[in-house]
Each structure stands twice: as structure tokens, then as C-alpha cells.
T-cell receptor, first 112, second 112 residues
């Protein structure tokens, strides 16, 4: 059972480039979320989804897009990367908003 | 919006010593979750507290929820190097319709 899988683990982008961070879960969880973790800031919610076809914004959504075409996948798109988006990104999934969330191993993104 | 404040921000303890980490919410707690993050890795779920006065233990880690104080504490007995990492508390929002809000974390180091 793989749980929550994030790819890539590391990425360096140039300012203005676009890319997609992949997140897949094999637990048939309805709820999936993207967080970013920055020093001194903790985990901040970017976008989340409560089911296929349904997404909503979190605390820091600007500069990011998401879609949820399947239950398993929840990709995060950076439209035009900026140095302020240098961070560690975590994807999480859960059966609901109450039960515990399972986290991926993270994607460390550097924008130069 | 709900905010969680963790204290201390960092902690260095000698192996074998006990320690306590606190998590205080700005609003009523409907559910409190403790996670541990090893350096450079994802978050591992430790335990969930939902009722005032509830106390749970896992090996040498005990967490309590004080609903009136809107606070939870995580206590580690006889700390070991394996306990080192970042401990984060997360909470359900008031609406219960969004993913967890997290504190900024407490970085624990255990020295021999």
C-alpha cells in the first residue's frame, strides 16, 4: 500500500517557468489537500478538494491551480514560478475532514 | 480564522529527560491532532483528541486535551534520540468544512 505519493521529490525552476507537482493516493480517500511549509510559518493550506470535480481555495492559493478529475490524483500547477514559491510542498489525503490525514513525503521546490 | 500557537518553538533536552509541548487555539477546539515530522520527511500521525479531558498515549508519548483552555499538551517521558523531530498540532476549523489548520511546530532535539 503506497499511501500518498508525491513526485518529484526535488525540483529547481527558473522564474517564470511552469510545472505540475503530482500527488496520487491509493486509499480511495475523498479529501485531498496541498500545503506548503516554510521556515517559521508552519504548514499553510493552498488548495483542497472534497471529491472528484470539487476544489476550493485555502489560505495561500495565489499562483497555484488545481484540478481533481479522479479520486486518486490531485495535481498542483504553478503557472509562472516566482522565488516566493520556493518551499516544501506536501500533499495529504483523508477519508473525511475529521479523521487523520495521511501525508506524502513532500516536494522540495526551489525557484531561482 | 482559527490559529494555533505552539510552545516552545524549539527544545533541546538530554536523553532520558521528560518534556512537554503545548498547543493553544484561538478558538474552540473541535478536534486536535498531533503529528511528528522527521527532518526532510513527511508528517506522521501520532494521535487525535476530540473530547475535553481526553488523554491518549502511544508508547512514551501522552497527549491531553483541555477543552476549556482551548489547549492540548504533548508529553514525552524519558526522551530518546528517536523522539527528535518537529511536532505539529493541527485542528479542525469551526466550520468543519476545511482541512486541518496547523501550528508552526516545535523542533525537538534530544542529546546524549
Amino acid at each position: 500500500n503506497a499511501g500518498v505519493t508525491q513526485t518529484p521529490k526535488f525540483q529547481v525552476l527558473k522564474t517564470g517557468q511552469s510545472m505540475t507537482l503530482q500527488c496520487a493516493q491509493d486509499m480511495n480517500h475523498e479529501y485531498m489537500s496541498w500545503y506548503r511549509q516554510d521556515p517559521g510559518m508552519g504548514l499553510r493550506l493552498i488548495h483542497y478538494s472534497v471529491g472528484a470535480g470539487i476544489t476550493d481555495q485555502g489560505e495561500v492559493p495565489n499562483g497555484y491551480n488545481v484540478s481533481r478529475s479522479t479520486t486518486e490524483d490531485f495535481p498542483l500547477r504553478l503557472l509562472s514560478a516566482a522565488p516566493s514559491q520556493t518551499s516544501v510542498y506536501f500533499c495529504a489525503s483523508s477519508r473525511g475532514l475529521g479523521p487523520e490525514a495521511f501525508f506524502g513525503q513532500g516536494t522540495r521546490l526551489t525557484v531561482v | 480564522s482559527q490559529e494555533l500557537e505552539q510552545s516552545p518553538q524549539s527544545l533541546i533536552v538530554q536523553e532520558g529527560k521528560n518534556l512537554t509541548i503545548n498547543c493553544t487555539s484561538s478558538k474552540t477546539l473541535y478536534g486536535l491532532y498531533w503529528y511528528k515530522q522527521k527532518y526532510g520527511e513527511g508528517l506522521i500521525f501520532l494521535m487525535m483528541l476530540q473530547k475535553g479531558g481526553e488523554e491518549k498515549s502511544h508508547e512514551k508519548i501522552t497527549a491531553k486535551l483541555d477543552e476549556k483552555k482551548q489547549q492540548s499538551s504533548l508529553h514525552i517521558t524519558a526522551s530518546q534520540p528517536s523522539h527528535a523531530g518537529i511536532y505539529l498540532c493541527g485542528a479542525d476549523s469551526n466550520s468543519g468544512n476545511t482541512p486541518l489548520v496547523f501550528g508552526k511546530g516545535t523542533r525537538l532535539s534530544v542529546i546524549a
